[in-house]
């Protein structure tokens, strides 16, 4: 916040420097007139010091350092001349509170220490002999300086020290009661850029968890129906090559595409209670999976290496789904008359590894599409990996596709 005395509201008004310098000017007329039996009988120096009072005042709230210089020299020219103005008396109470509410921390110092020599002058001038203007008199006027008692000095240096040091604590205190207020208000408009930032945050936390569950859900019902749709279309598929005296064959295959049907509607409902979260369903099985494909036809080929080992939840829902992936992608890409080739390995992790021959020329490409995004921020999801590479094989090119998951005791 800016702390400068033009900020404060009241020094917005065009007006107020000549509110303040013109009765000081008008003072300072009416003492000459006073004074002098005519204008031509006035010194310079009586001039000077009336003029510099009242651009002191004019300056005092705009620029407390320069009206506190020109109250000075105003002082100096007026001692030149053997006079001292009533309007210099409330110049120096105006200037000593300006300075110390509304001037930087030099300024504040050194209309501190002025204070002491202006005590001075006003003493020198009440103890000239003939001055008319004893504002400040306090006792006998008797004598000068040096024939007067030390009691008659220092009683009016006292008087001019509390005259002139009260507005300028005055100034301290409302400058300080100033500081007070302002860092109230920064404090105050912290606070509330800061709990709006808060609100602002939390706002954009909820949407931003809001789109990773809409997204989630939405690669699980991918993965669900994409699957899914891959094992009706390889089981349709297979149906095309029957003939017509096959009754039996065709109501086992419309079995089995009811059977995969129905437990997409059941994974999809799961997905949509759980809120796209990767829980998954209560249980999940690679079985079920294999036995799937098997009836639709597919000749499929398993292998484990290894002791098979219980997974937390969570890493063996991952499994159970990159596995379903890469068997949807295996479906969709494959040679219907070629064996898929699925490999369980079991040793420092899971991996996880489906092998098939892609129709010619390969339109499946390592690293396309959306199945293979998914499955890698699947796997990358518990500390894996995933690896998608094509190989030339004598009736096209083989796809293969490796997961590798971190085993963890559940």
């Known amino acids: 916040m800016n702390l400068s005395v033009t900020s404060h509201p009241v020094f917005r008004i065009s007006w107020l420097p000549a509110l303040v310098s013109l009765p000081v000017a008008a003072l300072g007329w009416f003492d000459l007139k006073l004074r002098y039996s005519g204008w031509s009988d006035v010194p310079a120096g009586a001039w000077a010091g009336m003029l510099g009072c009242t651009v002191a005042a004019a300056l005092l709230f705009?620029?407390?350092?320069?009206?506190?210089?020109?109250?000075?020299?105003?002082?100096?020219a007026m001692m030149t001349a053997s006079v001292h103005l009533t309007s210099a008396h409330l110049v120096a109470l105006l200037v000593s509170f300006?300075?110390?509410?509304?001037?930087?921390?030099?300024?504040?110092?050194?209309?501190?220490?002025?204070?002491?020599?202006?005590?001075?002058?006003?003493?020198?001038?009440f103890h000239q002999d003939g001055?008319?203007?004893?504002?400040?008199?306090?006792?006998?006027?008797?004598?000068?300086?040096?024939?007067?008692?030390?009691?008659?000095?220092?009683?009016?240096?006292?008087?001019?020290?509390?005259?002139?040091?009260?507005?300028?604590?005055?100034?301290?205190?409302?400058?300080?009661?100033?500081?007070?207020?302002?860092?109230?208000?920064?404090?105050?408009?912290?606070?509330?850029?800061?709990?709006?930032?808060?609100?602002?945050?939390?706002?954009?936390?909820?949407?931003a968890?809001?789109?990773?569950?809409?997204?989630?859900?939405?690669?699980?019902?991918?993965?669900?129906?994409?699957?899914s749709l891959a094992v009706i279309l390889a089981q349709a598929e297979s149906a095309r090559f029957l003939d017509d005296d096959q009754p039996d064959r065709i109501r086992e295959i419309l079995q089995h595409v009811a059977s995969a049907a129905r437990l997409s509607l059941q994974d999809i409902h799961a997905v949509l209670r759980a809120g796209g979260s990767d829980a998954g369903p209560a249980s999940v099985r690679v079985e079920d999976l294999i036995d799937g494909l098997r009836k639709a036809g597919r000749d499929i080929r398993v292998s484990v290496v290894g002791m098979p080992q219980p997974l937390p939840h969570d890493v063996e829902f991952v499994?159970?789904?990159?596995?379903?992936?890469?068997?949807?992608?295996?479906?969709?890409?494959?040679?219907?008359?070629?064996?898929?080739?699925?490999?369980q390995r079991w040793e420092n992790d899971l991996q996880l590894e489906v092998r098939n021959v892609v129709r010619p020329p390969c339109e499946h490409r390592p690293g396309g599409g959306h199945g293979v995004a998914g499955m890698r921020r699947r796997v990358e999801s518990v500390g894996g990996r995933l690896a998608v590479e094509t190989h030339d094989h004598a009736t096209g090119a083989m796809f293969i596709a490796t997961a590798s998951i971190p085993l963890r005791v559940p």
């Open 62 to 76: 705009r620029a407390p350092g320069a009206a506190l210089l020109t109250a000075w020299l105003a002082n100096l």
């Open 131 to 207: 001055d008319p203007l004893d504002v400040l008199r306090v006792g006998d006027r008797a004598g000068s300086v040096a024939h007067g008692a030390t009691s008659d000095v220092l009683a009016p240096l006292a008087v001019a020290v509390v005259t002139l040091s009260t507005p300028w604590l005055i100034g301290l205190l409302l400058r300080s009661h100033d500081a007070n207020e302002r860092s109230r208000i920064d404090r105050d408009v912290a606070e509330a850029r800061q709990h709006e930032a808060e609100a602002r945050l939390a706002h954009a936390t909820e949407v």
């Open 98 to 125: 300006g300075a110390a509410r509304y001037g930087n921390a030099l300024v504040v110092w050194l209309s501190g220490l002025s204070i002491a020599l202006e005590a001075g002058v006003e003493v020198l001038i």
């Open 319 to 343: 499994a159970f789904r990159v596995l379903q992936e890469m068997l949807t992608n295996a479906l969709r890409h494959g040679l219907l008359d070629a064996p898929l080739w699925v490999a």
């Open 209 to 227: 968890d809001l789109r990773a569950a809409q997204t989630q859900m939405a690669n699980e019902v991918h993965d669900v129906v994409g699957h």
